[in-house]
């Protein structure tokens, strides 16, 4: 079935980075953009950016340009999603989703089960 | 960036209820909305995609309508299992920006 799989929970400090990884299956991995999604506790969705799995090209959320890269494998169908500097304000879940693109129809129609990333000191 | 502001915020209704969600972007978006749900603990869930088309699986008690900068969601006959949080998603402008969400309850 289609799926999305991402890596587990992390507890980090405040400067440290971290990174969260995404697999696919279920489909063809190039063949759709992933997007990156974060929930903080109790609060609503916010876009962080996108990569084309295939070509490696990403357009960031200019709130986190410069602390985020997103960097796809396409040998291990894997796409990652790395932030530095963490903050106590980057406590979230993170979330990859699948764009499907439909005519003029662009959503996240598969997403993954979410990575709880907890900064504290 | 778009700003997207949905109401209200959260709402009770009675089972069998007919409810309706709105959402106003800050700009002319077009039909280029989404609608997803998310229930507790769970990944958001794609509804509606441009507006107003049914994703595949999802029940057509779900309706979504307008276009331009005011949008409606609806929920035709609330069940138990409706009970969730809604979002608004727009995609014509970079940032991708979601609504705030409104939280749905059984009164």
């Known amino acids: 079935q289609v799926q999305l799989v991402q890596s587990g929970a992390e507890l980090k400090k405040p400067g440290a980075s971290v990174k969260v990884s995404c697999k696919p299956s279920g489909y063809t991995f190039i063949h759709y953009d992933v997007n990156w999604v974060r929930q903080a506790p109790g609060q609503g969705l916010e876009w962080m950016g996108w990569i084309n799995p295939n070509t490696g090209k990403t357009r960031y959320g200019q709130k986190f340009q410069g602390r985020v890269t997103f960097t796809s494998n396409t040998s291990a169908t894997t796409v990652y999603m790395e932030l530095s500097s963490l903050k106590d304000e980057d406590t979230a879940v993170y979330y990859c989703?699948?764009?499907?693109?439909?005519?003029?129809?662009?959503?996240?129609?598969?997403w993954g089960q979410g990575t709880l990333i907890t900064v504290s000191p | 960036d778009i700003q997207m502001t949905q109401s209200p915020s959260s709402l009770s209704a009675s089972v069998g209820d007919r409810v309706t969600i709105t959402c106003q972007a800050s700009e002319d978006i077009s039909k280029y909305l989404n609608w997803y749900q998310q229930k507790p603990g769970k990944a958001p869930k794609l509804l509606i995609h441009?507006?107003?088309n049914l994703e595949s699986g999802v029940p057509p008690k779900f309706i979504g309508s307008g276009s331009g900068t005011h949008f409606t969601f609806t929920i035709t006959s609330l069940q138990p299992e409706d009970i969730a949080t809604y979002y608004c998603?727009?995609?014509?402008?970079?940032?991708?920006?979601f609504g705030q969400g409104t939280k749905l309850e059984i009164k």
């Open positions: 998603q727009q995609y014509d402008h970079y940032p991708r920006s």
């Open positions: 989703a699948r764009d499907m693109v439909r005519g003029v129809s662009s959503a996240f129609d598969v």
């Open positions: 441009a507006a107003s």
